[in-house]
């Protein structure tokens, strides 16, 4: 029986006995062999740099754990193997402080001194990531942009939250200039960005790293490891400062070297004094000051994440009490994005007006922290002070901000629109669904008031697929609205966000292009103005027609009141443009509001043109009145203008509340540009009348067009009721398996809910009611007038 030796589950068989000596030679062999097959390490020539600055990187964290370990000699020789891996090519300035922070280190490794390798690591990672941002500079001066790409990896990145994304643009310019030829606008442009990226960055990590130094309650390891980032830091940005004369760059740098042996002696004193002088100057000066888009973009964020706050505050606090512990966080959030979009901005403030953004500054240090209090439950503001406080900062910013700055901005729309989404999501996985549909609808409104309509005009199918994904779906794919009424599990509902995200990214995009083309509210608005136009040259046509021969003095005095009644309807249309202007901040609400005053008017005149004796009676009081103010002896004059004002103006008027709402969806230029398609064909249409006198079938037309104002009222119904929904005034049904394509609700008006479709329903049984109405009306007075004829001829 053969020995056996039982290792586990493996079995090993020796089935011949082998010598000491054999078994050597065999284990050399092995040995060797192991170390010909072991792949060779790369040398530090063919690494890339961002390979060598990890392994710096990681060979000085094993020198920290091997401090901490009390093994010193195993931290000499990491902080050795350290120095080995420096990266070739690295900028004379940036290598001798990198040569600094390892002689530091050693020093460090071999005291056991684990604070001050700590520093040392932060001051090697420091001069690193400066020497990634002079290499990738000089390579893009040189036109290499694959040179400057390797570099770039070396480099440090903001934190990431969800008001703030990674940066990406100095990667994206570098693509930019990569993919085309390295003319010198190109390399211009790329240094541009790569500096606004970069400096940007650092200047953020700088303040953070400075104040984890100065944080007396932090880890002694973090505050030295920070201190000696920071060190390194300032000379990213101080070639910047130097040029805009903000101080002296030496002596800033003074204080930052200073910092650490500060902390290593424990001068607490000396580290707090130092820090706050060294956080003055950074905040006196912006190493990439901000372009006008981007001030506007930051202003556009301060005021619509402001905007929220007092909206989540209210909702999640009853008087003092907090009842939804995720809206007050949610309040806390926006009140943080609008803090950092505040900081951004607080320079450009400043130079307007010091005081005042010093006093907003308090102001919105006090609601923030108002909203930690809430969100620990130390005490709880009520509602109605929360909202005051905000709005009071909402009025002096709009004050003291240029009127560049507080402008329409896509952008901002887009910045905070994704932050509410990211409040979707929350509440989804929360399971608080009826929180999830609240913050959709907040989402929703943002976009419907923001980028929609600009993007109306210029992508219409991208606004299909938009509203498709907020709402009940578009092409296949199911819509948040649709998902979240049917409590849709959090991996459905993050999925169709990714699709939806994609969608806005390509609105961003799309508007950031700025095309040009006419959309469908182009169209809209023309056939308004042409079918009220149409309407008044009927009536005007029909008034003017007996005013021949010796009479046609008389239409002279109507000609002028019909341009006094386009002069009030001009009126009219600035004074509903200044109230509208004024209450937008009411967004959907209003656009509600006027859609049903705009529903009011269509009933009433669906009534006039199916009731034919409305609309005799209406053409017979033009007449009567006619006559009137012809035989009268005196006014005449006043009163034929007066005839031609009203005849005039009631269309006008109507005219002005229709288009009212489509400027809510499109914007006052391109509902103009409608105005102005339909106001041509009404004037030519008015002069063949008019040069002609063609006697024109009024009634024939008029009940054909009551026919398409009819359906302009089922139109209008859905899309009210749909309005509603999104303003919260009406519960949302999905039709389940039902998604109407863009064109039904953009032209008819047609969503995939029980309630717009019943509403839209009952809107048409009362068009074809109202019709059928009249016409049993008009039989049964017929058949009155005609039974004593019929008895006289029986008699």
């Given at each position: 029986?053969?020995?056996q030796?039982h290792?586990?589950?493996?079995?090993?068989?020796?089935r011949?006995?082998?010598?000491?000596?054999k078994?050597?030679?065999y284990?050399?062999?092995?040995?060797?062999?192991g170390l010909?097959?072991?792949?060779?390490?790369a040398?530090?020539?063919?690494?890339?740099?961002?390979?060598?600055?990890?392994a710096i990187?990681?060979?000085?964290?094993?020198?920290?754990?091997?401090?901490?370990g009390?093994?010193?000699?195993?931290a000499e020789?990491h902080v050795a193997?350290?120095?080995?891996?420096?990266?070739?090519?690295?900028p004379?300035e940036?290598?001798?402080?990198?040569?600094?922070?390892?002689?530091?280190?050693?020093t460090?490794?071999?005291a056991?001194?684990?604070?001050?390798?700590?520093g040392?690591r932060?001051?090697?990672?420091?001069?690193?990531?400066w020497g990634?941002y002079?290499a990738?500079r000089a390579a893009?001066?040189?036109?290499?942009?694959?040179?400057a790409?390797?570099w770039?990896?070396?480099?440090?990145?903001?934190?990431?939250?969800?008001f703030?994304r990674?940066?990406?643009?100095a990667?994206?310019?570098?693509r930019?200039?990569a993919?085309?030829?390295?003319?010198?606008?190109?390399?211009?442009a790329?240094?541009?960005?790569?500096?606004a990226?970069?400096?940007?960055?650092?200047?953020?990590r700088?303040?953070?790293?400075?104040?984890?130094a100065a944080?007396?309650?932090?880890?002694?390891?973090r505050?030295?490891?920070?201190?000696?980032?920071?060190?390194?830091?300032?000379?990213?940005l101080?070639?910047?400062?130097a040029?805009?004369?903000?101080?002296d760059a030496?002596?800033?740098?003074?204080g930052?070297?200073?910092?650490?042996?500060?902390?290593?002696?424990?001068?607490?004193t000396?580290v707090?004094?130092?820090?706050?002088?060294?956080?003055?100057?950074?905040?006196?000066f912006?190493?990439?000051?901000?372009?006008p888009?981007?001030?506007?973009?930051?202003?556009?964020q301060?005021?619509?994440?402001?905007?929220?706050?007092p909206?989540?505050?209210?909702r999640?606090?009853?008087?003092q009490?907090v009842?939804?512990?995720?809206?007050v966080?949610?309040?806390v959030?926006?009140?943080?994005?609008a803090?950092?979009?505040?900081?951004?901005?607080?320079?450009?403030?400043?130079?307007?007006?010091?005081?005042?953004?010093a006093a907003l500054?308090?102001?919105?240090?006090t609601?923030?922290a108002?909203?930690?209090?809430?969100?620990?439950k130390?005490?709880?503001?009520?509602?109605?002070?929360m909202?005051?406080?905000?709005?009071a900062?909402?009025?002096?910013?709009?004050?003291?901000?240029?009127?560049?700055?507080?402008?329409?901005?896509a952008?901002a729309?887009?910045d905070?629109?994704?932050?509410?989404?990211?409040?979707?999501?929350?509440?989804?996985?929360a399971g608080?669904?009826?929180?999830?549909?609240?913050?959709?609808?907040e989402?929703?409104?943002?976009f419907?008031f923001?980028?929609?309509?600009r993007?109306?005009?210029?992508?219409?199918?991208?606004?299909?697929?938009i509203?498709?994904?907020?709402w009940?779906?578009?092409d296949g794919q199911?819509?948040?609205a649709q998902?979240i009424?049917?409590?849709?599990?959090?991996?459905?509902?993050?999925?169709?966000r990714?699709?939806?995200?994609?969608?806005?990214e390509?609105?961003q995009?799309?508007l950031?292009?700025?095309p040009?083309?006419?959309?469908?509210?182009?169209?809209?608005?023309?056939?308004?103005?042409?079918?009220?136009?149409?309407?008044?040259?009927?009536i005007?046509?029909?008034?003017?027609?007996?005013?021949?021969?010796a009479m046609a003095r008389h239409r002279?005095?109507?000609?002028?009141g019909?341009?006094?009644s386009?002069?009030?309807t001009?009126?009219?249309?600035?004074?509903?443009?200044q109230?509208l202007?004024?209450?937008t901040?009411?967004?959907?609400?209003?656009?509600?509001?006027?859609s049903?005053?705009?529903?009011?008017?269509l009933l009433?005149?669906?009534?006039?043109?199916?009731?034919?004796?409305?609309?005799?009676?209406?053409?017979?009081?033009?007449?009567?009145?006619?006559?009137r103010?012809?035989?009268?002896?005196?006014?005449q004059?006043?009163?034929l203008?007066?005839l031609?004002?009203?005849?005039?103006?009631?269309?006008?008027?109507?005219?002005?509340?229709f288009?009212?709402a489509?400027?809510?969806?499109?914007?006052?230029?391109v509902?103009?540009?409608?105005?102005?398609?339909?106001a041509?064909?009404?004037?030519?249409?008015?002069?063949?009348t008019?040069?002609?006198?063609?006697r024109?079938?009024?009634?024939?037309?008029l009940?054909?067009?009551?026919?398409?104002?009819?359906l302009?009222?089922?139109?209008m119904?859905g899309?009210?009721?749909?309005v509603m929904?999104?303003?919260?005034?009406?519960g949302?049904t999905?039709?389940?398996?039902?998604t109407?394509?863009y064109?039904a609700?953009?032209w008819?008006?047609?969503?995939a809910?029980w309630?717009?479709?019943i509403?839209?329903?009952?809107?048409a049984?009362f068009?074809?009611?109202?019709y059928?109405l009249?016409?049993g009306m008009?039989t049964?007075?017929?058949?009155?007038?005609?039974a004593?004829r019929?008895?006289?001829?029986?008699?």
């Amino acid at each position: 029986m053969q020995p056996q030796a039982h290792q586990g589950s493996v079995t090993l068989r020796v089935r011949n006995r082998v010598s000491p000596k054999k078994l050597g030679f065999y284990l050399l062999l092995l040995l060797l062999g192991g170390l010909a097959l072991r792949p060779a390490p790369a040398a530090a020539d063919d690494r890339e740099p961002w390979q060598a600055a990890d392994a710096i990187s990681d060979a000085l964290f094993a020198a920290q754990a091997a401090v901490l370990g009390g093994d010193s000699r195993a931290a000499e020789g990491h902080v050795a193997e350290a120095a080995a891996a420096g990266p070739d090519g690295l900028p004379a300035e940036s290598a001798a402080l990198l040569a600094e922070a390892l002689d530091a280190a050693a020093t460090a490794a071999a005291a056991g001194d684990g604070d001050a390798l700590a520093g040392a690591r932060g001051r090697a990672a420091g001069a690193l990531n400066w020497g990634g941002y002079l290499a990738a500079r000089a390579a893009i001066e040189a036109g290499d942009a694959a040179e400057a790409q390797r570099w770039l990896l070396v480099r440090d990145f903001r934190t990431s939250t969800r008001f703030s994304r990674p940066d990406a643009d100095a990667t994206l310019a570098l693509r930019d200039l990569a993919a085309n030829e390295a003319t010198p606008e190109a390399v211009a442009a790329a240094l541009a960005q790569l500096d606004a990226d970069l400096l940007d960055t650092y200047q953020a990590r700088l303040t953070q790293h400075l104040a984890t130094a100065a944080d007396a309650n932090a880890l002694p390891t973090r505050r030295a490891e920070s201190a000696g980032i920071a060190a390194a830091y300032w000379r990213v940005l101080a070639p910047a400062y130097a040029e805009q004369g903000a101080g002296d760059a030496s002596t800033v740098l003074a204080g930052f070297d200073a910092l650490l042996p500060a902390l290593l002696a424990g001068d607490e004193t000396t580290v707090a004094t130092t820090a706050e002088r060294l956080s003055a100057t950074l905040g006196s000066f912006r190493a990439a000051p901000l372009s006008p888009d981007d001030q506007a973009r930051r202003a556009g964020q301060l005021l619509r994440f402001l905007a929220l706050v007092p909206v989540e505050y209210g909702r999640g606090v009853t008087e003092q009490t907090v009842m939804v512990e995720l809206e007050v966080q949610e309040a806390v959030s926006f009140m943080g994005g609008a803090e950092a979009s505040f900081a951004d901005l607080r320079l450009g403030l400043e130079a307007i007006d010091p005081a005042r953004t010093a006093a907003l500054a308090q102001q919105i240090a006090t609601v923030v922290a108002d909203l930690d209090a809430a969100n620990r439950k130390e005490y709880v503001l009520p509602p109605e002070q929360m909202t005051a406080n905000v709005e009071a900062i909402n009025a002096e910013l709009t004050a003291l901000m240029p009127p560049a700055w507080t402008a329409a901005n896509a952008d901002a729309d887009f910045d905070v629109l994704a932050s509410v989404l990211d409040q979707v999501e929350a509440a989804v996985r929360a399971g608080d669904y009826a929180l999830a549909e609240s913050a959709r609808l907040e989402a929703y409104a943002i976009f419907d008031f923001g980028p929609e309509p600009r993007l109306l005009g210029f992508a219409p199918p991208l606004v299909a697929r938009i509203d498709g994904l907020f709402w009940q779906g578009y092409d296949g794919q199911p819509g948040l609205a649709q998902a979240i009424a049917l409590e849709a599990a959090p991996a459905e509902v993050a999925a169709i966000r990714a699709e939806l995200d994609g969608a806005l990214e390509e609105a961003q995009l799309t508007l950031g292009d700025l095309p040009s083309a006419p959309g469908a509210i182009i169209t809209n608005a023309a056939i308004i103005v042409f079918r009220e136009g149409l309407e008044s040259v009927v009536i005007l046509a029909a008034l003017m027609a007996s005013m021949v021969g010796a009479m046609a003095r008389h239409r002279r005095p109507m000609v002028l009141g019909v341009v006094l009644s386009l002069l009030a309807t001009a009126a009219t249309w600035w004074i509903a443009q200044q109230i509208l202007s004024s209450l937008t901040r009411f967004g959907e609400r209003l656009e509600a509001i006027v859609s049903l005053i705009a529903i009011g008017i269509l009933l009433l005149i669906t009534n006039w043109f199916f009731h034919k004796a409305y609309w005799k009676d209406w053409m017979a009081g033009f007449h009567q009145q006619k006559r009137r103010v012809l035989s009268a002896e005196t006014g005449q004059f006043v009163g034929l203008v007066l005839l031609g004002f009203t005849s005039m103006y009631r269309e006008g008027f109507e005219t002005v509340l229709f288009l009212q709402a489509l400027v809510l969806d499109a914007g006052t230029t391109v509902v103009l540009q409608g105005v102005a398609v339909g106001a041509l064909a009404v004037l030519v249409v008015g002069a063949i009348t008019f040069k002609l006198q063609a006697r024109l079938p009024y009634k024939k037309m008029l009940v054909w067009t009551g026919v398409l104002i009819g359906l302009v009222l089922v139109t209008m119904v859905g899309k009210t009721v749909h309005v509603m929904q999104a303003v919260g005034w009406v519960g949302i049904t999905p039709i389940q398996g039902v998604t109407p394509p863009y064109w039904a609700g953009l032209w008819f008006g047609l969503y995939a809910t029980w309630q717009g479709v019943i509403m839209q329903i009952g809107a048409a049984v009362f068009v074809v009611g109202s019709y059928y109405l009249a016409e049993g009306m008009q039989t049964k007075r017929r058949q009155a007038i005609a039974a004593p004829r019929t008895a006289e001829r029986a008699q």
